[in-house]
């Protein structure tokens, strides 16, 4: 009866506990030094109960607040907050100000986030708790939860993290090393710049056909999310208009009027520049909202090859993404070619895992892949065919974001260059020169003419050897 007393007495009332383990102690315990000393006994049966009752009941209320309870580990423990801490936060394109906020462990860290951009953003710790979508200029308040350890929070819209949008949350006793997510970098380990793309896949089609007739011409572009192969074996995520990349081409003459729709079916803003308009940026480029919708007219006035894409900051990420293509826009005295042919040259960034790549890689300009037409040399798997002896014209844009282009045919001459609205070189020129190549900085374009005499393969590259090695290799094959 005395052990089921302790014990109960135990779970009842912890000093109980203690005093009735104590006494039970100092009853079998060893006697005063003063007294003599007297010959150790054997416990009694209900005494030696007492005491092993009186230990688990201890070790079972040590186990429970110490948290380690089995089966419990010490970081799933609900802490508890000994202050809160309130934190103004605010979000802008592309930052989260203050980028690091710094706390002692068990502080209750409470947030009110305002979005002072001009994008929708949000702001949630490990990318799933925090705010919801905010408008520009709405703000939330947000708890947190006790912070433990080192974490990150960051805006979940497609791309922005990437761009830079991200809070670090430190704990001051937490180790250097902490648990904040890194970004990701280059993904270029094992690739094989020789695959062979699958049986499956089909090239972009370069061939320019003549401007549809008419002076006045309706395109609707439609921006969508998709993932596409960018070379054999290697998939990346992509923004797109009309979901290829580039987008579609635009071909007109010099006055004629284009009238295009722009559909935002993707889950964040984009917007649309057109090279070959003239027209206030404000409200022609503005972004435009998932699910909505922008009407952009532009009458051609000048010959060439212009570039058009989004413009949404940071605009180096959404064409790297994919949202470029070209208008072409005839010479009023072009000469007629049996050929002719449009290659865009572009970089991509491979994100880990397929995803949006790192914003330090853009910034960087250190891309995984130079390409012609969206893919890395697609034109080596899919030559481009001409009659030997045929005039050709190749069309030639850099979409970059970054990279120069020196456009070369090797084995071939260029007797004609137009570049950036002007003639270079024209057949019948006094000193009857030729050119080796056509050189271009992001966003510029023009065209060559040449003459393949003799059957045969001709590679085309970019002269800047180490982007031809990236992938911007192609070939021209010349039949009899």
């Not at 006494?23 to 416990?43: F, I, Q, S, V």
């Not at 429970?64 to 010490?74: E, K, L, N, R, Y």
């Not at 947030?111 to 979508?133: F, I």
Request: net charge negative; proline share 9%.
């Amino acid at each position: 009866m005395l052990a089921w007393a302790l014990v109960l007495a135990g779970f009842g009332s912890f000093p109980a506990l203690v005093i009735a383990a104590l006494a039970t102690r100092r009853r079998t315990g060893p006697a005063d030094t003063a007294e003599p000393a007297k010959p150790a006994r054997r416990l009694a049966g209900h005494e030696l109960l007492a005491v092993t009752s009186v230990a688990a009941v201890l070790a079972v209320l040590s186990l429970v607040s110490a948290g380690a309870w089995p089966g419990q580990h010490h970081d799933d423990a609900v802490p508890t907050a000994s202050s809160s801490m309130p934190v103004a936060v605010s979000l802008t394109e592309f930052a989260v100000t203050p980028a690091a906020i710094t706390v002692a462990p068990g502080t209750d860290l409470v947030l009110t986030v305002r979005n002072a951009g001009r994008m929708s953003h949000d702001l949630k710790l490990d990318g799933r708790h925090g705010t919801g979508t905010l408008a520009p200029g709405q703000q939330e308040t947000v708890d947190f939860g006790v912070v433990t350890r080192d974490e990150q929070a960051w805006c979940t819209m497609p791309g922005h993290r990437q761009a830079g949008m991200t809070l670090a949350i430190r704990a001051t006793t937490a180790p250097a090393a902490s648990a904040i997510a890194q970004q990701p970098g280059p993904a270029m380990a094992g690739m094989d710049m020789n695959a062979v793309p699958p049986p499956t896949w089909r090239p972009y089609d370069p061939t320019l056909r003549p401007a549809p007739g008419g002076t006045e011409h309706n395109l609707t572009l439609r921006v969508e999310q998709t993932t596409v192969e960018v070379a054999p074996g290697v998939r990346q995520q992509v923004w797109t208009y009309n979901g290829t990349v580039p987008g579609p081409l635009l071909h007109g003459r010099v006055g004629d009027l284009f009238t295009v729709r722009v559909i935002n079916s993707s889950d964040m803003p984009h917007s649309i520049d057109f090279h070959a308009s003239q027209i206030s940026p404000d409200a022609a480029m503005r972004p435009i909202p998932p699910g909505g919708e922008l009407t952009y007219s532009f009458r051609a006035e000048h010959a060439g090859i212009w570039l058009y894409h989004c413009a949404t900051a940071p605009m180096i990420q959404h064409l790297a993404m994919g949202m470029y293509g070209a208008v072409v826009i005839d010479p009023p005295t072009l000469a007629p070619a049996e050929a002719s042919e449009v290659l865009l040259q572009s970089e991509f960034y491979l994100g880990q895992g397929g995803g949006v790549p790192a914003m330090s890689q853009l910034l960087a300009a250190d891309p995984n892949l130079v390409v012609f037409n969206g893919y890395a040399n697609q034109y080596r798997s899919a030559p481009i065919h001409v009659r030997a002896g045929a005039r050709i014209r190749l069309w030639v844009l850099d979409a970059g974001p970054s990279e120069p282009s020196a456009f070369h045919v090797v084995g071939a001459q260029f007797d004609t260059v137009f570049k950036e609205g002007g003639y270079q070189l024209r057949p019948g020129n006094a000193v009857d020169g030729a050119a080796q190549e056509l050189d271009l900085q992001p966003g510029e374009g023009g065209f060559v003419e040449l003459t393949l005499p003799q059957p045969g393969t001709y590679p085309v590259i970019t002269h800047r050897l180490a982007d031809a090695e990236r992938g911007a290799m192609g070939s021209i094959v010349a039949g009899s």
